[in-house]
């Protein structure tokens, strides 16, 4: 018989009313204005951002923020709060004396953590006057989260998608046409910078920072106003919105009265990290917890284990504002794994600032790791993870495995950013040609 504590939820009523600001704790480095070299103002966002998500990328000063009504009541009918449960026979099958739980993230009815800010900034845009909106999308779990929440506030979207993933992952791409998205891949035909990335290379595969340059490109030239830029990641006011994740966490965690000594969560620009570990980082930086904290990328895009923390832009093309933060040049071009989520060459400014701290740490692991990771948590809780979130698991199995070696008892809490049963084609290459499927204990 398994103890009580096998999975918790809490109820609409307890869902976060405010949104935690880590700036306000820690600070964040001054984005800067590429022309004058100089940190950057509202005006100079304007053309770029809505209003309001100007004013909360730039606040270093309010710890906690209101989530507007709307915004919750859309929260509720979208799977908030989302359950948090313990991975027992995982545990069973490693041997481990650690207790491992994940955060469930891949319930939300586009299967990932992106509705938390896609609602958000779809209410705050129609709010400020915006009726078209572009963004761009990896393996499109923010695509989809983004089409979603324009069409439930009435506005319309138009998506970059990662010409790799467009290509690997037709059934996102129907999900985001489906909500009334239309969705172009990135390099297109339809933006000056597409046609020139286009030119050099017909064949290109596209990066997130392309698709970037394209979305903002094809926003700041409606001289009307009415389009604004919606960003999935990297900046600070996406990874606030976020901080509902950890928020739920903390209070599940207390009904049960469980302390995590490490929280993972997989990473690549850096949101669902923030958001899953901002909150519990607050109580770290207040002297409440010792939890230590890991970020999981992918080594085949390791910005944080491999980059440089120096000023760069957003995107390939250089029309962003510079942002402080570890990178690997906006110009790197990844391989084409699945974790198409990852596949950003930079990290959060907050995310960032907190690794230069040593408040978090970070590891890397390569595509095949991961879906051996994956494959063996499908096979012993049922659950088919998401690429992305399998880093998260990857390191979660480590920990438990170094929890064994040493006969010590951990908890372990991971995040479950997403599912993965869109993303069956890299399932099945990884199949095919893998003699060990699954981690070997």
């Known amino acids: 018989m398994f103890p009580k504590d096998g999975r918790t939820t809490l109820t609409v ?28 103002t ?7 951002f809505c209003k309001t998500s100007v004013e909360q990328e730039l606040d270093t000063t309010h710890r906690f923020i209101d989530i507007p009504d709307q915004v919750r009541e859309a929260y509720a009918q979208f799977g908030r709060v989302t359950p948090l449960q313990r991975a027992y026979h995982l545990e069973q099958y490693l041997k481990t004396p650690a207790k491992i ?18 609602i958000a900034q779809a ?71 597409g046609k020139s990335v286009l030119a050099k290379d017909p064949s290109y595969g596209g990066t997130l920072g392309t698709a970037i340059t394209e979305a903002v490109e094809m926003a700041v030239k409606d001289q009307t106003g009415k389009t604004k830029y919606s960003l999935g990641s990297v ?28 929280m993972v969560g997989c ?29 999981v990328e992918p080594s085949e895009v390791p910005s944080l284990t491999k980059g440089e923390y120096r000023y760069d832009f957003g995107d390939s093309g250089e029309i962003t504002p510079l942002f402080k933060m570890y990178t690997l040049g906006h ?19 907050l995310v960032s600032e907190l690794y230069d701290k040593k408040i978090i740490n970070a590891v890397s692991y390569n595509e095949d790791q991961i879906f051996q990771a994956a494959v063996t ?41 997403g599912h993965g049963l869109l993303d069956m084609v890299g399932y099945a290459n990884y199949l095919k040609k893998s003699k060990h499927p699954v981690i070997e204990v």
């Open 377 to 417: 948590f499908a096979r012993t809780e049922g659950i088919i993870p998401a690429p992305e979130s399998s880093h998260a698991i990857r390191g979660a199995i480590e920990l438990a495995l170094e929890a064994k070696k040493k006969n010590e008892e951990q908890t372990i809490v991971f995040n479950l950013s």
């Open 331 to 349: 110009d790197f071009t990844p391989n084409a794994v699945h974790a198409g989520g990852l596949r950003y060459h930079g990290m959060n400014p």
């Open 235 to 262: 900046a600070n006011h996406v990874c606030l919105h976020q901080t509902v994740i950890g928020q739920e966490l903390i209070a599940q965690l207390e009904a049960i009265d469980v302390v995590p000594d490490h």
């Open 123 to 193: 209410y705050y845009n129609k709010r400020d006057g915006t009726e078209h909106l572009t963004t761009e999308t990896g393996a499109g779990q923010w695509g989809s989260a983004l089409s979603l929440s324009c069409n439930y506030f009435d506005l319309d979207v138009i998506i970059f998608m990662v010409k790799v993933s467009f290509d690997q992952k037709p059934f996102r791409r129907s999900i985001m046409e489906t909500y009334g998205g239309t969705v172009y891949p990135s390099p297109s035909p339809i933006t000056e910078y």
């Open 267 to 295: 990473i690549g620009g850096g949101s669902n990290f923030a958001g899953f570990a901002f909150p519990m980082i607050e109580k770290k930086l207040k002297g409440k917890t010792d939890t230590n904290f890991l970020a």
């Open 42 to 48: 509202a005006a100079d966002l304007a053309p770029v």
């Open 101 to 118: 739980y994940f955060k469930r993230e891949d319930v939300s009815p586009t299967g990932s953590h992106k509705l938390n800010s896609s």
């Open 13 to 40: 009523d307890d869902i976060p009313k405010k949104w935690y600001n880590i700036a306000a704790d820690i600070g964040s480095p001054e984005i800067l204005n590429p022309a004058t070299m100089k940190p950057v």
